[in-house]
C-alpha cells in the first residue's frame, strides 16, 4: 500500500483542506479565549496545578511537536511513564472526567492546527514511546505519519480510544482507508459524525 502526502491530492481538495483548518483554527480560537477563564479556574480550584498541558507528540514526517491539552489529570500522574489510558482511569480529575467527556479537553489544540503542527482532520498523533513500540508490532504503522495528525478522524469517530497493541491495530486499518480515499465527502461525513459524538458527551 502507498500513502502519500496532501500535495499529491487534487488542487480543489487542498484548498478545501487548507481552508477547513484556516477557518476552524480561527473561530476555534475565538471559542478558547471566550471558554478560558471558566474552564481555567475550574481546573485549578479540582487539581491545583498548571492549566495547560504540555505533551510530546510525534507528528507528520516523523517530527515531534508540543500538543497543548488543558490538563485532565493530576499532577505527577505517570511516575513510571507512558501508560495506555483506560475506561476508568485513577489519574484522571473530578473536572478532568467532564472536559474528557465533552473532548472540551482537545480545545487548545486549535493552536496546533494554526501552527500547522496539526489538522483538524486526521489520525491521532501518538507519543513517541508508543510509536517505537508500535512500529515494531505493526509494520505498516509508519504510514500513518505521511500525513499530519488531526483533531478527529475516521479511526476517532468509528472506533474508541487504544488500550492495547490489539486496538491500535485495529485503529491503524481506519487511518491507512483514511489516508487512501481522502475526500471532500469523507471529511464531511468524519465532521458530521464527530459533532453527534460531541453531543453525546462520548469522551474518555
Known amino acids: 500500500m502507498s500513502c502519500s502526502d496532501l500535495q499529491s491530492q ?3 481538495y487542498r484548498c478545501w483542506h487548507y481552508l477547513l483548518n484556516a477557518c476552524f483554527g480561527v473561530l476555534g480560537t475565538c ?17 491545583p496545578g498548571p492549566i495547560f498541558y504540555w505533551q510530546e507528540r510525534v507528528g507528520y514526517g516523523g517530527r515531534p511537536f508540543r500538543l497543548l491539552k488543558f490538563r485532565s489529570m493530576r499532577m505527577n500522574a505517570e511516575p513510571y511513564g507512558a501508560t495506555w489510558a483506560s475506561s476508568v482511569d485513577a489519574r484522571v ?18 493552536l496546533n492546527i494554526l501552527r500547522g503542527d496539526m489538522s483538524l482532520i486526521g ?21 500513518r505519519l505521511s500525513v499530519k495528525p488531526g483533531l478527529t478522524g475516521w479511526a476517532q469517530v468509528k472506533f474508541p480510544y ?13 487511518d491507512l482507508y483514511y ?3 481522502r475526500s471532500f465527502l469523507l471529511d464531511v461525513s468524519i465532521l458530521l459524525q464527530t459533532v453527534m ?8
Open 10 to 12: 487534487p488542487l480543489a
Open 179 to 181: 489516508i487512501k480515499h
Open 31 to 47: 471559542v478558547l479565549l471566550a471558554l478560558l477563564p471558566w474552564l481555567a479556574l475550574c481546573i485549578f480550584l479540582d487539581s
Open 93 to 110: 480529575t473530578r473536572v478532568g472526567r467532564i472536559l474528557r467527556s465533552t473532548h472540551l479537553d482537545e480545545l487548545p489544540q486549535v
Open 197 to 204: 459524538k460531541l453531543v453525546w458527551c462520548t469522551g474518555r
Open 123 to 143: 489520525p491521532r498523533p501518538e507519543r513517541e514511546p508508543f510509536v517505537s513500540q508500535l512500529e515494531k508490532a505493526i509494520p505498516s504503522f509508519h504510514y
Open 162 to 174: 487504544a488500550s492495547s497493541y490489539e486496538d491500535a491495530a485495529t485503529k491503524l486499518r481506519y
